[in-house]
């Protein structure tokens, strides 16, 4: 059964970092692409980030660029999201979510973990 | 950047009642780059349909997905008491990927 399992999340100042962390298992974690999505508070999902299965290809939305990094260990079997100068609109439930082997689409998903931004 | 536009916002209906859900994207992308996800409140969204028409595992043969170019649609023949919920669309056509902005479909 494939679980994914957020943590990290949690209250910070505008400006602060955070890193998320997603431990998978159930599956061959290095075979498979990997995304995080966010929801901020009431509103729709929105792409954030993904990796390739080797973590040698990452992308981003721009609003995250230059602040976020993703990232994997794949001997740890556990998916990454650093967070640098966060600001009040990253206030979201973060959710991890595995790729299927077409990129792209997402077949599990985590609970989610909450950031929230705030002074 | 692809937009995906979801109608209507919300859709009342009642159980049993067939549920027709658009997605319009703002160019042409391949119908096999279009999914859709299920959300309940407090939950994770769930994947429901893939590469446009495929039900991804485990979803029942009520749900099904059709379209080409910008429209796309999910329907849902006979509404469940379960199936009320928000759906989104989504793209994997190009980066970033992006999502709809969601259809609640609520209790009539």
């Known amino acids: 059964e494939v679980q994914l399992l957020e943590s990290g999340g949690g209250l910070v100042q505008p400006g602060g970092s955070l890193r998320l962390s997603c431990a998978a298992s159930?599956?061959?974690?290095?075979?498979?692409?990997m995304t995080w999505v966010r929801q901020a508070p009431g509103k729709g999902l929105e792409w954030v980030s993904a990796i390739s299965g080797s973590g040698g290809s990452t992308y981003y939305v721009d609003s995250v660029k230059g602040r976020f990094i993703i990232s994997r260990d794949n001997s740890k079997n556990t998916l990454y999201l650093q967070m640098d100068s966060l600001r009040a609109e990253d206030t979201a439930i973060y959710y991890c979510?595995?790729?299927?082997?077409?990129?792209?689409?997402?077949?599990?998903w985590g609970q989610g973990t909450l950031v929230a931004v705030s002074s | 950047e692809i937009v995906l536009t979801q109608s209507p916002a919300t859709l009342s209906l009642s159980p049993g009642e067939r549920a027709t859900l658009s997605c319009r994207a703002s160019?042409?992308?391949?119908?096999?780059?279009l999914a859709w996800y299920q959300q309940t409140p407090g939950q994770a969204p769930r994947l429901l349909i893939y590469d446009g028409s495929n039900r991804a595992t485990g979803i029942p043969a009520r749900f099904s997905g059709s379209g080409s170019g910008t429209d796309f649609t999910l329907t849902i023949s006979s509404l469940e008491p379960e199936d009320f919920a928000v759906y989104y669309c989504?793209?994997?056509?190009?980066?970033?990927?992006?999502f709809g902005q969601g259809t609640k479909v609520d209790i009539k």
């Open positions: 979510a595995k790729e299927t082997s077409s990129w792209g689409t997402f077949d599990y």
């Open positions: 989504q793209q994997r056509n190009s980066w970033p990927r992006t």
């Open positions: 160019q042409t992308i391949a119908s096999n780059t």
């Open positions: 159930g599956f061959t974690f290095s075979t498979y692409a």
